[in-house]
């Protein structure tokens, strides 16, 4: 049996481990600022009086349209008089169900007294919420059904009505999508009392009636014009809560956020938040699969990094082989012995590397490493400092002169190690980490290719694709 003195731990997990506070893996964003969106609801409606005259009727109206053949009724007190053509041309569901062999035939009395509505919708309750309709990605809760009319377009029997609060989301997201036909500017928040949570609930109503009306493509580039206005405000939202953006780009065809996501989704893969939203399926497979695949490229990253560090010798302790003299050719005890503080600095930089690693600080982590990572990036003091270093000397002291010569050999060697993990640190998203006074807690260094839009690209889902 081995003899000799055995000795606790040389760095307390608590003292040697430890992360610095400004290090952290929570993913709580601070109290975001005032939002500004493309413009106010008072500019908008501005707007609107000059794009439809004063004929559109009062602020904060639909632009109302005496000819038009179409009646929506969204609720009791909300209804829109629009044309069918226009409808039909803006959506796929309007294109079917406004079929001009469906419209209704007015009397000439009828149209002499200017009535011109021949086709009537009413947004109603779905009572088959249970079956998702195809192409949709799940049941709507709202249906628009056709009222039988008369010759002079009246409903036949009554209609009932919706009784919803104008300011329900219901009814502005059926607002914002309409008016969209409409060419008018998408307003899905206020910039003076509305945070992001508020603003992504109503983008994602206004997303479930483009796909039930089928017109994603004509909302799409309108909802990611008004997100992208909201800066940093909205990639620190997506940073901070990936998955569900994640959903939200997907759905939304969008490419701008969905690679936001994508970036931010695999570098929080371990995390808590991203693993439920996997396993209760509220991504779409073929998003999972795409995700699995980039978080695989981190996590192969972070070993790659991690076993460069601990096998690394600094340059003056190796050896040229030679089979020549050991006094003259550097290879005998004594000159090994010369470098004996180095090796000591690196048995030091090791054995806290080991703490690291066996406390699953680097790629089983929650943050794939990046504390860790970020750690030896910022060098100097940030680890391994004076006093920490002092607990190795308490077993094994020496002069003061060879304790200044070993912290210079453990900075030389903390200097090889910040160049080495730059990989892991890279940004290739859109959020501001450097002066941004926002502080992310994942790896953003994921590479977003041409072929990893699921919705576009169906081969590199199966997970063939390239990072």
Known sequence: MASGKHFPPLFPFNVFTSLPSSISLSHKNPVAPPL??????????????????????????????????????????????????????????????????????????????????????????????????????????????????????????????LELATESQVVMAWDQVLGAFYNRPLDIGDDNKDNIDFILELAMEVLKIAEYLQCIKLISPLITHTLLALSQTLHRSIATNPAPWLDFAYRLQSRKLFREALIHGAGCYNTPQVQSAIHSNSLAPSVVTLLEHKASLLRDLSRRLQTQ???????????????????????????????????????????????????????????????????????????????????FHDYFPMSQKGEAVLEGRLAEIKGFARELVGDALGNASQLEIVGGGWEVGHMCCVVVGEGDYPWENVEVVSGEGTA
């Not at 004929?55 to 053949?69: C, I, L, S, V, Y």
């Not at 709507?140 to 009932?160: C, F, N, Q, R, Y």
């Not at 990046?370 to 607990?391: C, H």
Request: charged share 25%; net charge neutral.
């Open 309 to 391: 560090l601990i096998t690394w010798y600094p340059e003056q302790l190796q050896r040229a082989k030679t089979v020549g003299r050991a006094d003259r050719d550097f290879i005998g005890r004594a000159s090994y012995g010369n470098d004996i503080l180095t090796w000591m600095a690196l048995s030091v930089f090791r054995h806290w590397l080991s703490q690291m690693i066996c406390n699953d600080k680097t790629h089983h982590a929650a943050d794939m490493g990046y504390s860790f990572f970020l750690l030896i990036s910022r060098g100097e003091d940030s680890y391994l400092d004076r006093s920490v270093v002092q607990s």
């Open 36 to 161: 500004r969106l493309i413009m106010s609801r008072r500019e908008h409606y501005q707007m609107n009086d000059r794009m439809y005259g004063s004929k559109a009727g009062p602020k904060n109206d639909f632009p109302a349209f005496t000819e038009g053949d179409v009646l929506i009724t969204i609720t009791s007190s909300r209804s829109y008089k629009l044309h069918s053509d226009h409808l039909r041309r803006s959506s796929g569901l309007f294109d079917n169900v406004l079929d001009k062999t469906h419209a209704t035939t007015l009397s000439e009395e009828a149209q002499k007294q200017g009535h011109t509505i021949r086709y009537h919708l009413v947004l109603a309750e779905n009572t088959d919420n249970g079956a998702v309709p195809e192409g949709l990605y799940e049941s709507p809760i709202h249906l628009l059904k056709a009222a039988e009319l008369d010759s002079s377009g009246k409903p036949v029997t009554d209609v009932t009505q």
